[in-house]
């Protein structure tokens, strides 16, 4: 279960993962399309022209980024529970736009995954709710994301994606995206792009007029619209689409002379030679640094005998403009500002076209300059459609983000096998030293040797909430004629429910096994109801109480200082006290076990004097380990015992430490016993479900007989 557990985690973690790097890399080489995007929310919300362009390309970068960087977080499990969180509330947010433009419709495409991929509103919120459950899964299950890197140097990988993306940002919108998704690519001829294969069904839209006459406004469709009657003045129009039919990759691509209304997109895509093409989307916002360029590159196209026309949205007010500003004898066209903007990602921009072919793109930062034109178009390298280069810049990330990103994570994983082994040998030397000491002695060997015979040996069960009166009497009599018949050879001790402490005391043989209590109050005496005091105990003939269980902690919600009053009371009582401590899993798998055992042992017990210890046994339970049948190995089990052990040592010194007597409590049966017991710091164990049954339980006991 636990293993499907984390398969399952993880399948979501790929899916996030995956999706997010996706469509954050192809918004983030493509930032002003994201930026024409962003613009077109605002549109929709009515916002139009109140933000300035700059904030909207800034809010496209820093989102592309934040995409790409969330997506590599969680593909590498950095920072496992703060980015689950961020992802989570990412994608309720994602989430409930796209529930809006499903419902509402203002935007046809939500742009989620730039121009590389196209989804209706409805695939996209679809899609959309999958990735919040798969991020709602990782929230509740951080941890079982399985590490590439460790978390000292997670930093390095987290800063080198976020340089990385904002740098291939930066580059895309200084030049031209690193790949092109759009229709008009290189190698694109315009013309096969408007086609419309034979029999293909064309989309039918409905258009609504929307007019207005006397204050009155009213909606008209072609069959209604009041032709006949001047006194309707025209205001606006809408169209939607009744029935979605084969759309061509270029469908709004067209070229008119405004001053006479003539298309001339036909006889501009039909020349036979080589066609410049300077589109600006907006003039007025144009940038006039290259003009220069510009009027260099129209003069070769005048001498060599090519064509060199400006396509533009823009009025002939800002055609003006920009003659005056520049100097321009080139004709301008006009074209969709929309179409424009696809066509190019830079205002203004360059094409080359051969027979209506685009042969090359040049953005306003790289036009050619006049070294370059030093000879007719079909003697350059540019005046021929460059071979394909994807795969050259797909090799060139490769070599510049994902070999240094694997490097890193290879470095990583030796450094810490490195550096485990390095600690487990000293921690074998430590151990060494300790059980022989500096000089190896054999002397202090077997002194050391005879120090763990002489530590109490002891099997404990903890029969929790089970059994009834009658079946905890009838299990305690069965318990004590098999050790009766066979003697032990460690102590055995029973912890019951309070209600069968006093009935199962009249039936064993305190000399074969010892009784406690699961539990105490944590006062000691009053109006308390339903608590059962360490006096009350006591007088039923227990001598023993198990504080600090996991499941008291967990349920109970016990704290450390609830369980040191409670500890006080015990001892104080003459109760000798086995305390309970452990890791969960998640704190297992965050390498933290250590520092949580010791704060459970400083927070409870760590505060009593030398001779209250004496009264103390200490039961280490992995939380992942109880009532889940997986059992730590004997070599977990004993790395953590010796750990005890040694912070026992620190606390009360080697002698107190060597006295001490420390068990295993977690899943242990009589198949594992002898292999656990063999361990020279477990000192026995705190049994759960196998103490329910004396057969179980006294082939657990057995386990100590040589």
Not at 579 to 608: D, I
Request: charged residues 20%.
């Amino acid at each position: 279960m636990n293993r499907l557990k984390i398969f399952f985690v993880n399948l979501c973690r790929a899916l996030l993962a995956i999706t997010f790097v996706f469509s954050g890399f192809v918004k983030a080489i493509d930032p002003l399309g994201t930026q024409y995007k962003i613009g077109d929310y605002l549109e929709a919300l009515g916002l139009a022209g109140q933000v300035p362009e700059w904030i909207q390309l800034m809010t496209s970068v820093v989102l592309s980024a934040v995409e790409f960087l969330l997506g590599m977080l969680i593909l590498l499990a950095i920072q496992r529970r703060l980015v689950s969180k961020l992802t989570t509330l990412f994608m309720i947010f994602m989430t409930g736009i796209t529930l809006w433009l499903t419902i509402g419709n203002p935007i046809q495409d939500c742009g989620c995954f730039g121009d590389a991929l196209r989804l209706t509103n409805a695939q996209t919120f679809g899609k959309n709710v999958v990735l919040l459950f798969a991020a709602l899964v990782l929230m509740r299950f951080p941890l079982y994301q399985v590490r590439f890197i460790s978390k000292t140097n997670q930093w390095i990988a987290s800063y080198f994606t976020l340089i990385f993306i904002l740098v291939a940002s930066l580059l895309s919108l200084y030049h031209l995206p690193i790949f092109d998704f759009r229709p008009y690519y290189i190698g694109q001829n315009i013309r096969k792009g408007m086609e419309m294969p034979p029999g293909a069904q064309q989309t039918v839209y409905k258009t609504t007029f929307i007019c207005t006459k006397d204050g009155v406004q009213k909606e008209f469709d072609e069959n209604n619209y009041p032709y006949d009657d001047s006194t309707w003045v025209f205001v606006d129009t809408k169209q939607e689409i009744l029935k979605q039919g084969y759309e061509p990759p270029i469908h709004d691509f067209s070229i008119t002379n405004e001053k006479t209304g003539e298309d001339l997109t036909q006889a501009i895509l039909n020349k036979k030679g080589y066609t410049f093409l300077l589109v600006s989307p907006h003039l007025e916002m144009a940038d006039d640094g290259n003009f220069g360029n510009i009027e260099r590159i129209y003069e070769y196209a005048r001498e060599n005998g090519y064509d060199f026309y400006g396509l533009t949205a823009s009025t002939e007010m800002g055609i003006r403009q920009w003659r005056e500003l520049t100097g321009a004898r080139y004709p301008f066209y006009t074209t969709d500002g929309t179409t424009l903007k696809t066509m190019i990602r830079s205002n203004p921009g360059l094409l080359l076209l051969y027979q209506g072919t685009i042969i090359n793109k040049w953005s306003r930062n790289d036009l050619p300059t006049a070294e370059q034109l030093s000879a007719p178009l079909p003697l350059l390298a540019m005046g021929h459609e460059p071979e394909n280069n994807t795969w050259t810049k797909i090799v060139l990330i490769i070599l510049c983000y994902i070999l240094p990103l694997i490097f890193l994570i290879v470095a990583d994983r030796l450094w810490a096998w490195t550096k485990w082994v390095k600690k487990k040998e000293e921690w074998v030397k430590t151990k060494e030293q300790w059980i022989m000491g500096k000089e190896q002695s054999n002397k202090l060997y077997q002194l050391l040797k005879h120090k763990r015979q002489m530590r109490k040996k002891i099997v404990a069960g903890n029969w929790k909430m089970n059994e009834t009166l009658q079946e905890g009497i009838a299990l305690a009599k069965e318990i004590n004629s098999a050790l009766m018949a066979d003697k032990p050879n460690c102590d055995v001790i029973i912890c019951t429910p309070f209600i069968h402490l006093a009935s199962v005391a009249q039936v064993l043989d305190k000399e074969l096994v010892g009784l406690g209590a699961e539990n105490c109050a944590d006062k000691e005496k009053g109006a308390y109801t339903g608590e059962v005091s360490a006096a009350m105990v006591k007088s039923t003939g227990a001598q023993y109480v198990i504080l600090g269980h996991s499941e008291r902690r967990q349920y109970y919600g016990e704290t450390a200082e609830i369980l040191k009053d409670k500890v006080q009371l015990a001892l104080a009582n003459d109760l000798k006290v086995i305390f309970c401590c452990g890791e969960t899993l998640e704190e297992r798998e965050a390498n933290k076990q250590n520092e949580v055992v010791k704060a459970e042992l400083e927070g409870s017990v760590f505060h009593l004097n030398a001779e209250d210890w004496k009264n103390i046994i200490i039961a280490y339970e992995p939380i992942w380990a109880i009532g889940t049948g997986k059992t730590a190995t004997a070599d977990q089990a004993e790395e953590m015992l010796a750990y005890i052990r040694s912070v026992v040592a620190e606390k009360y010194g080697k002698e107190a430490a060597e006295d001490t007597s420390i068990l295993y409590g977690g899943s242990c049966k009589p198949s594992n016993a002898k292999e656990l017991f063999s361990k020279p710091n477990i000192d026995g164990g705190l049994i759960g479900g196998a103490s329910l049954k004396a057969a179980d339980f006294k082939g657990i006991i057995d386990a100590w007989k040589k």
